[in-house]
């Protein structure tokens, strides 16, 4: 268990529709990633959060927003869904910005939120 | 730009048997490598990670991974397979000044038998 949760597991939907993914980090994490798995695309990064505050963006659709609150749990808005935005997206988090080289690159992923849109 | 290359997308190995996945990589600078692993239905876990110290690098789970620039390889290796390793296995590499703006590979599937 990475301590990282993610809510809902599973979302059915259809196109044209709107839906909220949320993301509680680890315990004293403060940074918060997105991350989208598809078929065609692979595994990409959406956006970052640090503290609230958004630090990196990634191949995000203009479509989608996100949002880290003042407890650190994240949120990943999606709009105007398209059949194409069936994906499986992962929240993960780290302690911090990982500014060196010897912090990067360990985040902690949770199990993910599962998007179907019909 | 840095991007890594997966050079299998399935490797079917038997239960005992040593382990070979594949990552070649491309990068203008020396790279930060990582492996990381999904079990089916769960979330990814970092394996291991090179950062420009031994080009050995250990694991978890008995798995390894040797540096080599002159290859430009990031080989994952396990010496004796176990069911439990039944997974899919990412490579990835951080793009300079990017530090978790992690790059993934396509993924290989691994499956062990019997």
């Known amino acids: 268990d990475s301590g990282v949760t993610q809510t809902p597991k599973h979302l059915i939907t259809a196109t044209g529709q709107r839906v909220t993914l949320r993301c509680s980090p680890r315990s004293g994490d403060l940074s918060v990633y997105w991350y989208q798995q598809s078929l065609d695309q692979g595994l990409q990064f959406l956006i970052q959060?640090?503290?609230?505050?958004?630090?990196a963006k990634g191949n995000i659709l203009e479509r989608f927003s996100a949002q880290q609150f003042p407890d650190l749990h994240s949120e990943l808005n999606l709009s105007s869904l398209e059949l194409g935005d069936s994906a499986l997206y992962f929240c993960?988090?780290?302690?911090?910005?990982?500014?060196?080289?010897?912090?990067?690159?360990?985040?902690?992923f949770g199990e993910g939120s599962r998007l179907t849109v019909l | 730009a840095q991007s890594v290359t997966q050079l299998d997308s399935h490797v079917s190995v038997s239960e005992g048997t040593p382990v070979l996945l594949r990552c070649n990589y491309s990068s203008s600078y020396s790279p930060s490598l990582f492996w990381y692993v999904q079990h089916p239905n769960k979330g990814l876990q970092l394996l291991l990670k090179y950062t420009s110290a031994a080009t050995l690098v250990k694991g978890i789970n008995g798995f390894e991974a040797e540096f080599k620039k002159s290859e430009t390889s990031f080989h994952l290796t396990k010496p004796s397979a176990h069911m439990s390793d039944a997974a899919e296995y990412f490579c990835v590499v951080i793009p300079r000044g990017g530090y978790n703006k992690l790059i993934f590979g396509a993924g290989t599937r691994l499956a062990v038998h019997p």
């Open positions: 959060y640090y503290n609230g505050e958004e630090r």
């Open positions: 993960a988090s780290s302690e911090g910005l990982a500014t060196s080289l010897g912090a990067a690159g360990e985040l902690f």
